[in-house]
């Protein structure tokens, strides 16, 4: 997990442990890995806990923009094809 990132030996467990709380396609993410090292170094296990929430919370938030955005794009494709269908019904009079 962390193989070239430099933790203190009596920081490795809580380091495990909290890169389980991060989602997991950001656990093997070397950028995480290091941020997560820092906040518990400087900060502590609390304030790196804080920072995988607000990890969390980015990851819902943009998972939701993606699902809005399909919606979208699904409702502008299905009153494209209800128009061109209702001109071709149109066109065929």
Same mark, same amino acid.
């Given at each position: $997990? +962390?193989?070239?990132?430099?933790?203190?030996?009596? @920081?490795?467990?809580?380091?495990?442990?909290?890169? !389980?709380?991060?989602?997991?396609? @950001?656990?093997?993410?070397?950028?995480?890995?290091?941020? *997560?090292?820092? !906040? @518990?170094? $400087?900060?502590?296990?609390? @304030? +790196?806990?804080?920072? *995988?929430?607000? *990890?969390?919370?980015?990851?819902?938030?943009?998972?939701?923009? #993606? #699902?809005?955005?399909?919606?979208?794009?699904?409702?502008?494709?299905?009153?494209?094809?209800? *128009?061109?269908?209702? !001109?071709?019904?149109?066109?065929?009079?």
């Amino acid at each position: $997990m +962390a193989e070239n990132l430099n933790i203190p030996d009596e @920081l490795q467990g809580t380091f495990k442990r909290l890169m !389980y709380r991060v989602p997991e396609k @950001l656990r093997r993410d070397p950028h995480t890995q290091k941020i *997560i090292q820092l !906040y @518990l170094k $400087m900060g502590g296990e609390k @304030l +790196a806990k804080q920072h *995988i929430e607000i *990890i969390k919370l980015r990851i819902r938030e943009e998972e939701r923009q #993606k #699902k809005a955005e399909a919606n979208a794009s699904e409702k502008s494709d299905i009153g494209e094809d209800s *128009i061109d269908s209702f !001109y071709s019904e149109f066109d065929s009079l």
